[in-house]
Protein backbone atom coordinates (compact mmCIF):
# COMPACT_ATOMS: atom_id res chain seq x y z
CA UNK A 1 0.00 0.00 0.00
CA UNK A 2 0.80 3.49 -1.23
CA UNK A 3 2.19 5.57 1.91
CA UNK A 4 -0.36 8.74 2.39
CA UNK A 5 2.92 10.89 2.38
CA UNK A 6 3.46 9.95 -1.51
CA UNK A 7 -0.10 9.76 -1.83
CA UNK A 8 -0.27 13.30 -1.46
CA UNK A 9 2.82 13.76 -3.82
CA UNK A 10 1.39 12.28 -6.25
CA UNK A 11 -2.02 14.55 -5.75
CA UNK A 12 0.57 17.97 -5.96
CA UNK A 13 2.65 16.74 -8.93
CA UNK A 14 -0.60 16.05 -10.85
CA UNK A 15 -2.02 19.31 -9.92
CA UNK A 16 0.84 20.78 -10.94
CA UNK A 17 0.32 19.39 -14.42
CA UNK A 18 -2.64 19.58 -17.08
CA UNK A 19 -2.96 15.69 -16.58
CA UNK A 20 -6.71 15.16 -16.14
CA UNK A 21 -6.92 11.85 -15.11
CA UNK A 22 -4.71 9.59 -13.30
CA UNK A 23 -4.67 5.24 -12.56
CA UNK A 24 -1.99 3.73 -10.31
CA UNK A 25 -1.98 -0.34 -10.18
CA UNK A 26 -0.01 -2.31 -8.51
CA UNK A 27 -0.09 -5.86 -6.75
CA UNK A 28 -3.35 -5.44 -6.68
CA UNK A 29 -4.31 -1.92 -5.32
CA UNK A 30 -5.59 0.70 -7.63
CA UNK A 31 -5.99 4.44 -7.20
CA UNK A 32 -7.81 6.56 -9.59
CA UNK A 33 -7.19 10.64 -9.57
CA UNK A 34 -9.43 12.81 -11.70
CA UNK A 35 -8.51 16.62 -11.98
CA UNK A 36 -11.52 18.90 -11.96
CA UNK A 37 -14.23 16.20 -10.49
CA UNK A 38 -13.25 17.52 -6.86
CA UNK A 39 -13.19 14.14 -5.68
CA UNK A 40 -9.78 11.76 -5.09
CA UNK A 41 -11.03 8.21 -4.71
CA UNK A 42 -8.35 5.76 -3.16
CA UNK A 43 -9.60 1.75 -3.14
CA UNK A 44 -7.29 -1.23 -3.49
CA UNK A 45 -8.38 -4.51 -4.63
CA UNK A 46 -7.76 -7.40 -3.20
CA UNK A 47 -7.73 -10.76 -5.30
CA UNK A 48 -10.28 -13.15 -3.54
CA UNK A 49 -9.34 -16.00 -5.80
CA UNK A 50 -7.03 -16.38 -9.39
CA UNK A 51 -10.16 -15.11 -11.62
CA UNK A 52 -12.38 -12.91 -8.82
CA UNK A 53 -11.20 -9.72 -7.98
CA UNK A 54 -12.98 -7.67 -5.05
CA UNK A 55 -12.76 -4.46 -4.54
CA UNK A 56 -12.66 -2.80 -0.79
CA UNK A 57 -13.06 0.97 -0.55
CA UNK A 58 -10.50 2.16 2.19
CA UNK A 59 -11.10 5.79 1.79
CA UNK A 60 -14.25 7.24 1.42
CA UNK A 61 -14.20 9.80 -1.68
CA UNK A 62 -12.62 12.66 -0.66
CA UNK A 63 -12.43 16.44 -2.39
CA UNK A 64 -9.10 17.19 -3.63
CA UNK A 65 -9.14 20.53 -1.93
CA UNK A 66 -9.58 19.31 1.63
CA UNK A 67 -6.39 16.66 0.94
CA UNK A 68 -4.36 19.48 -0.49
CA UNK A 69 -5.49 21.58 2.26
CA UNK A 70 -4.33 19.14 4.82
CA UNK A 71 -0.68 18.52 3.02
CA UNK A 72 -0.46 22.74 3.45
CA UNK A 73 -1.23 21.94 7.21
CA UNK A 74 1.61 19.56 7.58
CA UNK A 75 4.07 21.75 6.34
CA UNK A 76 3.41 24.84 7.89
CA UNK A 77 5.85 27.79 7.05
CA UNK A 78 7.64 29.34 10.29
CA UNK A 79 7.72 32.92 9.95
CA UNK A 80 10.86 34.64 10.82
CA UNK A 81 10.85 37.10 13.77
CA UNK A 82 12.75 39.82 12.33
CA UNK A 83 12.80 40.74 8.67
CA UNK A 84 16.06 42.24 7.72
CA UNK A 85 17.65 43.40 4.09
CA UNK A 86 20.82 41.40 4.88
CA UNK A 87 19.71 38.06 5.61
CA UNK A 88 19.03 35.46 2.05
CA UNK A 89 16.28 33.11 2.02
CA UNK A 90 17.83 29.33 1.28
CA UNK A 91 14.55 28.02 -0.40
CA UNK A 92 13.33 24.30 -1.68
CA UNK A 93 13.52 23.78 -5.59
CA UNK A 94 10.86 21.69 -5.26
CA UNK A 95 7.93 20.21 -3.17
CA UNK A 96 8.98 17.48 -1.44
CA UNK A 97 10.55 16.22 2.41
CA UNK A 98 13.47 18.21 3.86
CA UNK A 99 15.92 16.23 5.50
CA UNK A 100 18.59 17.99 7.92
CA UNK A 101 21.35 15.30 7.39
CA UNK A 102 22.11 12.46 5.33
CA UNK A 103 20.92 9.72 7.37
CA UNK A 104 19.14 9.70 11.07
CA UNK A 105 22.08 8.68 12.69
CA UNK A 106 24.64 11.53 11.10
CA UNK A 107 24.69 15.17 12.83
CA UNK A 108 23.12 17.97 10.47
CA UNK A 109 24.68 19.48 7.63
CA UNK A 110 24.01 22.79 9.13
CA UNK A 111 22.92 24.53 12.38
CA UNK A 112 22.31 28.26 13.68
CA UNK A 113 25.51 30.09 13.58
CA UNK A 114 27.52 28.09 11.30
CA UNK A 115 29.06 29.49 8.08
CA UNK A 116 28.47 28.20 4.55
CA UNK A 117 30.07 29.05 1.11
CA UNK A 118 27.79 28.79 -2.16
CA UNK A 119 28.77 25.52 -2.55
CA UNK A 120 28.12 24.39 1.27
CA UNK A 121 25.25 21.14 1.03
CA UNK A 122 22.43 22.93 3.45
CA UNK A 123 20.07 20.25 3.89
CA UNK A 124 18.71 17.24 1.75
CA UNK A 125 14.69 17.82 -0.23
CA UNK A 126 13.34 13.94 -1.35
CA UNK A 127 10.88 14.17 -4.08
CA UNK A 128 9.87 10.42 -5.19
CA UNK A 129 12.67 8.49 -3.93
CA UNK A 130 15.01 11.02 -5.31
CA UNK A 131 17.65 12.69 -3.10
CA UNK A 132 18.50 16.20 -3.94
CA UNK A 133 21.20 17.82 -1.98
CA UNK A 134 20.57 21.33 -1.55
CA UNK A 135 23.42 24.23 -1.81
CA UNK A 136 23.46 27.49 0.23
CA UNK A 137 24.35 29.42 -2.98
CA UNK A 138 25.15 32.63 -0.99
CA UNK A 139 28.08 32.76 1.70
CA UNK A 140 27.27 33.65 5.29
CA UNK A 141 26.27 32.98 8.69
CA UNK A 142 23.16 30.58 9.32
CA UNK A 143 20.76 32.16 11.44
CA UNK A 144 17.67 30.24 11.30
CA UNK A 145 16.12 27.50 10.57
CA UNK A 146 12.40 27.44 9.37
CA UNK A 147 11.48 23.73 8.80
CA UNK A 148 11.66 20.94 10.84
CA UNK A 149 13.48 17.54 9.79
CA UNK A 150 11.03 15.02 7.90
CA UNK A 151 8.73 18.10 7.59
CA UNK A 152 7.14 18.41 3.16
CA UNK A 153 7.87 21.22 1.91
CA UNK A 154 6.36 23.25 -1.02
CA UNK A 155 8.60 24.91 -4.22
CA UNK A 156 10.02 28.13 -2.98
CA UNK A 157 9.04 27.53 0.60
CA UNK A 158 12.06 29.53 2.65
CA UNK A 159 14.39 26.47 4.38
CA UNK A 160 16.83 28.94 6.24
CA UNK A 161 17.81 32.59 6.55
CA UNK A 162 21.19 33.21 5.93
CA UNK A 163 22.93 36.67 7.31
CA UNK A 164 25.52 37.73 4.11
CA UNK A 165 29.05 38.35 4.55
Do not use: W
Amino acid sequence: MLKIQEIREIIKLIDQSSIEKFTFESNGEKIKLEKGSGQAVVAPTVVAAPSVQQEIPIVQPVAVETVTASVQEAAPVVPSQVEDSSLHKVTSPMVGTFYASSSPDEPAYVQNGDTVKPESIVCIVEAMKLFNEIEAEVSGEIVEILVKDGQLVEYGQPLFLVKLN
